[in-house]
């Protein structure tokens, strides 16, 4: 009787094997399902989360900078390097305050020359010289000023924001002068340059096209801080610095 009935056990044990199996299996399948239904929940409730900012809209004073910027990389001549204006123009060497013949200067006829060759007038007697006047100094000037108030030399960089013209001197720093004040302008500013290349003296040449309050000063500081190439020959030397200011607005 008592092997009849470990018989019974054992053969309901191999038949109950495989549906034990097939529940495990079954099971193990649901769970994993399950699972990755949670995964998914988890990721959609996590992303819910994370809150995208809308992108900043420019402002106006942006939209002008960027503007600005743009018409400055498409110029195929523009560019904030300054050049040197002496190189290209050889016939003046310095810049000069604009200046007038002197006020006591007056041409005389070839007859009073003749007059007055002798030193005397028509009684006898002995009268002072005037101080004879240079007329080749005087045309010098004159030239001085005409190109002073003439546009640059086409070929050159005639969009570039900085220039300077000194003879035989390289840059070493000169700042560029870009959205300081509200308005735009060129002024020039005249300069006197040591030996070691430091700007001495610095005043506004009459070529400016503007008389703006921020415009010169900020060219007047801005050419007081340059700094040129040494020259041990010339302990002062004079040129002239130009600023294209672009303005803000």
Do not use: W
């Not at 007859?111 to 100094?137: I, Y």
């Not at 020039?188 to 340059?193: D, E, L, Q, S």
């Not at 002062?236 to 610095?241: A, V, Y």
């Amino acid at each position: 009787m008592p092997i009849n009935i470990k018989q019974n056990y054992l053969r309901l044990t191999d038949q109950h094997k495989a549906l034990l199996l097939t529940f495990l299996i079954s099971g193990t399948v649901v769970l994993s399902i399950f699972n990755l239904n949670l995964k998914d929940k988890d990721e959609v409730i996590s992303e819910s989360y994370y809150e995208l900012e809308p992108e900043k809209e420019l402002t106006e004073e942006d939209k002008k900078i960027i503007e600005a910027l743009d018409k400055l990389n498409n110029s195929k001549a523009e560019t904030n390097k300054a050049f040197n204006e002496a190189d290209n123009n050889k016939h003046f060497a310095q810049a000069f305050k604009q200046i007038a013949p002197p006020e006591d200067y007056v041409p005389k006829s070839s007859e009073e020359n003749d007059g007055e060759d002798d030193g005397s007038n028509s009684l006898g007697e002995n009268k002072p010289l005037k101080p004879a006047v240079n007329k080749e100094e005087l045309s010098s000037y004159s030239k001085v000023n005409d190109l002073l108030k003439q546009q640059q030399t086409p070929g050159v960089n005639t969009k570039s924001t900085v220039s300077f013209s000194l003879i035989n001197r390289k840059k070493v720093y000169i700042p560029i002068p870009v959205y300081l004040c509200e308005v735009d302008g060129k002024i020039v500013i005249n300069i006197k340059v040591d030996a070691h290349g430091s700007v001495i003296d610095a005043y506004v040449n009459n070529a400016s096209n503007s008389r703006n309050a921020c415009l010169i000063e900020h060219a007047l500081e801005y050419a007081k801080n340059s700094q040129f190439s040494a020259d041990a020959s010339k302990n002062s030397q004079l040129g002239s610095i130009t600023f294209s200011f672009i303005g803000k607005h």
